[in-house]
């Protein structure tokens, strides 16, 4: 599939591609900030993250990071119906699969999750 992307963008007159990564094992560590995981790399200079690996094999560099990439508000009632989880106590909740804890608001009655994700660029 990148191969495609890169191939439709080259065939179409760009000369490079920004593609925008969701790191795929970031969720098991939410309380990393996505600017010290994407440093982090392997013997050899690749990625610590596979998905960052896979593009930076294809020939990609770290752009830069999203720190807000995706914002889902939602009430306490719908966070619990969708994670089976309390949501109970103001503070840091650890969702699993999320790449980052949700911010609960007791109080208020509501949950806020903010995504990060990595802005990776692709010469053609």
Do not use: Q
Not at 57 to 62: F, I, L, N, P, S
């Amino acid at each position: 599939m990148l191969s495609a992307m890169r191939d439709n963008a080259r065939a179409r007159g760009f000369h490079e591609v920004a593609a925008p990564v969701r790191p795929s094992a970031k969720h098991l560590e939410p309380h990393t900030p996505m600017a010290e995981y994407t440093r982090r790399v392997r013997p050899g200079g690749l990625p610590h993250g596979l998905w960052l690996r896979v593009h930076a094999r294809a020939g990609a560099t770290v752009d830069s990071v999203a720190p807000a990439s995706m914002t889902v508000s939602a009430s306490l009632e719908d966070r619990r119906r969708w994670t089976g989880l309390p949501f109970g106590t103001d503070g840091e909740v650890e969702v699993p699969g999320a790449l980052a804890p949700v911010r609960c608001e007791t109080e208020r009655g509501y949950a806020v999750y903010v995504e990060p994700n990595v802005w990776m660029r692709h010469p053609l």
